[in-house]
T-cell receptor, first 112, second 118 residues
Framework: KNQVEQSPQSLIILEGKNCTLQ??????????LRWYKQDTGRGPVSLTI?????NTKSNGRYTATLDADTKQSSLHITASQLSDSASYIC???????????FGGGTRVLVKP | DAGVIQSPRHEVTEMGQEVTLRCKPI?????LFWYRQTMMRGLELLIY????????DSGMPEDRFSAKMPNASFSTLKIQPSEPRDSAVYFC????????????????FGPGTRLTVT
């Protein structure tokens, strides 16, 4: 069964600090993995999308990594800002049947 | 660019009533997606269209749910009859993809419709 597990479920960090979110998946055959940021009361916004051959992709202070062998991805936030407070959702696409599997998300709260 | 437009933004209805949610995708996009988000189940893909044709509706929870895309600039998601467990935020997203693996392309989400069924 295709699954995407995210950890931690939530975390609190101080402004200016770094943090790393984890995403483990069992989706097969793998097509691509995306990270979304969702502010409260808004729709998700894509941060990165990575295919099998890519192992790092950055979008400003956000850096996503992908290890297709271990089926793990991480999202690193550098020098966090208050505006980084949001939920971060990992979504994996299976090549067969164009199926999407969603993680439960990690809720990040950045405190001043 | 106005982005994906959804209406209404909030809907409160009584159990048993028909509910229709509307979506206008980004002009020029050829794929449209309907999602549902709840605290318990997170984000779920309900159905997606490519070039106005439903490609995969396996996420539609039951026959009470139906979706249409009569043209490239409009889609509806209908629930009839509605039930309290349908309460959720419903998102519409659109993307532009010309290949078979249309889920590779970045999806742009609308602001969502918060549905409450009492």
């Amino acid at each position: 069964k295709n699954q995407v597990e995210q950890s931690p479920q939530s975390l609190i960090i101080l402004e200016g600090k770094n943090c790393t979110l984890q995403c483990n998946y069992t989706v097969s055959p793998f097509s691509n993995l995306r990270w979304y940021k969702q502010d409260t009361g808004r729709g998700p916004v894509s941060l990165t999308i990575m295919t099998f051959s890519e192992n790092t992709k950055s979008n400003g202070r956000y850096t996503a990594t992908l290890d297709a062998d271990t089926k793990q991805s991480s999202l690193h936030i550098t020098a966090s800002q208050l505006s980084d407070s949001a939920s971060y959702i990992c979504v994996v696409s299976a090549a067969a049947g164009n199926k999407l599997t969603f993680g439960g998300g990690t809720r990040v709260l950045v405190k001043p | 660019d106005a982005g994906v437009i959804q209406s209404p933004r909030h809907e409160v209805t009584e159990m048993g009533q028909e509910v229709t949610l509307r979506c206008k995708p980004i002009s020029g996009h050829n794929s449209l997606f309907w999602y549902r988000q709840t605290m318990m189940r997170g984000l779920e893909l309900l159905i997606y269209f490519n070039n106005n044709v439903p490609i995969d509706d396996s996420g539609m929870p039951e026959d009470r749910f139906s979706a249409k895309m009569p043209n490239a600039s409009f889609s509806t998601l209908k629930i009839q009859p509605s039930e309290p467990r349908d309460s959720a935020v419903y998102f519409c997203a659109s993307s532009l993809g010309n290949r078979e693996d249309r889920l590779t392309y970045e999806q742009y989400f609308g602001p969502g419709t918060r549905l409450t069924v009492t």
